[in-house]
Nanobody, 126 residues
Framework: QLQLVESGGELVQPGGSLRLSCVVV????????MGWFRQAPGKEREGVAC????????TYADSVKGRFTISRDNAKNTVYLQMSSLEPEDTAEYYC???????????????????WGQGTQVTVSS
């Protein structure tokens, strides 16, 4: 059974760092681009970052460029999101998703991703 399981979300102070993990169960993610998305209360789900199947290409939302880094370990079937210089505006439920294609595009649209995890909550507050 296909599953994406996120972890690592927690309460963190502004300026702090967190690393989110997403373990893929039930299929080999080697051939698929992987993405991170987030959704704050009352807002639409938005794309945060995407990484190609090989890890050689990444795409980031402007709001997180220079602060967040997406990476993957295909041997562990795991994708990561390293977040630093966190701001209260980063507070959201964070979701991992798999795209049915090996490459990302520049749009980071949720509709381009077919499989989703259940999410992990990140709260940035003092």
């Amino acid at each position: 059974q296909l599953q994406l399981v996120e972890s690592g979300g927690e309460l963190v102070q502004p300026g702090g760092s967190l690393r989110l993990s997403c373990v893929v169960v039930g299929f080999t993610m080697d051939y698929y681009a992987m993405g991170w998305f987030r959704q704050a209360p009352g807002k639409e789900r938005e794309g945060v970052a995407c990484i190609s199947s090989s890890g050689g290409s990444t795409t980031y939302a402007d709001s997180v460029k220079g602060r967040f880094t997406i990476s993957r370990d295909n041997a562990k079937n795991t994708v990561y999101l390293q977040m630093s210089s966190l701001e209260p505006e980063d507070t959201a439920e964070y979701y991992c998703a798999a795209r049915g294609w090996e490459y990302c595009n520049s749009y980071l649209r949720p509709a381009d991703f077919g499989s989703w995890g259940q999410g992990t909550q990140v709260t940035v507050s003092s």
